[in-house]
């Protein structure tokens, strides 16, 4: 997926790299050392759209300090 961004006044469609892939997953965990749960679902968007991969999500919830399960 591509997104636009600007420069110089000018906007152009420009494809997410890895830099971009791996500040969204590190917001993601930050989000989750922080107990932002809120917010994890749009940084979970965000990381996809950037190219991440489920496994490399996956892998970032597992190790999160509280994990929630789906029993209530």
Known sequence: ???IVSKNGK???QEPDAVDKAMALIFLQEALIT???EGCPAL???AKRCGARSREITRILAR???R???RA
């Open 1 to 3: 997926m591509s997104y």
């Open 11 to 13: 906007a152009k469609t």
């Open 35 to 37: 107990e932002d749960y």
């Open 44 to 46: 979970i968007a965000a």
């Open 64 to 66: 999160s300090p509280r």
């Open 68 to 70: 929630v399960t789906g």
